[in-house]
């Protein structure tokens, strides 16, 4: 149960640094993308502004008209009282321009193409001069197809484009992103690599430190079972001596009912104990004894036949549905006590005048065993809750029928050590239905 408990706590853990993790790689990475994207754009509409370049940003350093001496202008990006771009007139606030933060450099470092259309789609022109991947064949072919396409602005390859109207047609203008495009996607790359490493190296640790930190519950877990067991066996001594001077009280004053009371007491107590001791033993999930390949379907015939009797004297009538030739390899005691165990429970608890069906049959490479009876109300739906110790659907119900609230539980653990799965559902309210797989 603790390396369970462990392994459970491990892939919880696990799971937690995953996701966080990764939804903050991956939140960086949609901003790298969204901030290529935006840039991009920016260029686009600020060369479309402009005509189809950068206009002054990107103009002349010296006046021909002026003797060849450099003219006194104003920065692009100095900003006058206005809080407009004084050199062109444009009254566009600065912010909304130069929010990407271009410098002077921009235009000599970006490589762009434009291609005009009339007002049908045709090319008109195309200007290539600031870009050398590109000739005038290949930008009428990416114009065509970005026209064809009917959207304003996207991506044709590493090409960022914007569909602008014109007086007498368009203008598709054409930024290379093929840089841009490559930093992102070796950020991607790399983090995702480092991430995964890192997250190596956390389950690593998680694993080292879980091991210590589960330590002192794994010691308790032990001293509980040892407890159990030892308690278990040290209860059995007083009862075999309580049930025998029971037996002599009855050969020297006759049975009574104080004496049947105390004979009953003391097999549900025996009974009891047997089954914690068995519990124990079947905790972590291990089966201690030999395991065999033997008959299920033989071994089920024979449990169900000694229930047959006590059935039909509450006229209660078992009605059995084994397939031939099923085997299991396993611990063939164990399985004959969750046999007794599912049938003990149907017939205890199934009400009078009723059937109780169990069925054994294969479906696939899976085996399958079932117990139906009918019972009094319960809640409808899942009943798992019933292999849990101690519980109880009705405590009255259960006191009167002499049931202690274990024996489910070790149906459970044997079901488990033979790496099965054991449940319980109601479909109306009015009865029970325990599943077993293998």
Not at 40 to 59: Q, R, V, Y
Not at 378 to 384: C, E, F, S
Request: with cysteine; aromatic share 8%; charged share 25%.
């Amino acid at each position: 149960m603790i390396k369970k408990l462990r392994k459970k706590f491990i892939i919880a853990a696990m799971c937690a640094i995953l996701i966080v993790l990764e939804s903050m790689i991956l939140a960086v990475n949609i901003v790298n993308y969204r901030h290529l994207v935006s840039r991009a754009d920016t260029l686009t509409e600020w060369i479309a502004s402009e005509g189809g370049s950068f206009g002054n940003l990107a103009g002349s350093s010296k006046n021909p008209g002026n003797g060849g001496q450099t003219p006194e202008r104003q920065d692009p990006f100095e900003i006058d009282p206005s809080g407009t771009f004084d050199q062109t007139g444009d009254s566009t606030p600065l912010q909304n321009k130069d929010r990407m933060g271009f410098s002077k450099e921009t235009p000599f470092e970006t490589r762009y193409f434009t291609v005009t259309l009339d007002a049908d789609g045709t090319v008109k022109a195309c200007d290539t001069g600031k870009i050398a991947s590109i000739d005038e064949d290949a930008a009428k072919e990416y114009a065509t197809e970005v026209y064809g396409s009917g959207k304003t602005k996207g991506f044709s390859g590493i090409y960022r484009y914007l569909l602008t109207g014109t007086e007498d047609g368009s203008m598709i203008i054409f930024v290379d992103c093929r840089q841009e495009i490559s930093t992102v996607k070796n950020f991607a790359k790399n983090s995702f690599g480092i991430s995964s490493i890192g997250l190596a190296a956390v389950f690593v640790l998680v694993v080292f430190f879980s091991k210590l930190v589960f330590r002192p519950v794994a010691e308790s877990y032990k001293k509980q079972k040892q407890f159990i067991t030892d308690a278990s066996h040290e209860l059995k001594t007083p009862l075999t001596i309580i049930d025998a001077n029971t037996e002599i009280l009855e050969m020297d004053h006759g049975e009574s009912q104080w004496t049947k009371s105390i004979h009953n007491q003391v097999r549900r107590l025996t009974s009891m104990t047997q089954q914690l001791i068995t519990l124990s033993k079947l905790d972590e999930g291990e089966v201690n004894g030999e395991k065999t390949r033997f008959s299920l379907s033989d071994a089920l015939i024979e449990c169900v036949q000694p229930f047959e009797t006590p059935a039909l004297m509450q006229k209660k009538h078992i009605e059995t549905d084994i397939a031939e030739g099923i085997f299991l390899t396993g611990e063939e005691k164990t399985i004959r006590q969750l046999f007794d165990i599912l049938l003990d429970n149907a017939v205890k608890y199934s009400t009078g005048d009723s059937t109780i069906r169990v069925q054994l049959y294969t479906k696939g490479n899976k085996t399958i065993l079932t117990v139906w009876n009918k019972t009094e109300l319960i809640p409808q739906g899942n009943l798992n809750q019933v292999f849990e110790r101690f519980y109880r659907l009705d405590e009255a119900r259960n006191s009167e029928k002499g049931g202690s609230g274990i024996g489910l539980s070790v149906a459970k653990a044997v079901v488990s050590a033979h790496k099965g799965k054991i449940s319980a559902f109601s479909e109306d309210g009015h009865s029970m239905l325990i599943k077993v797989v293998w």
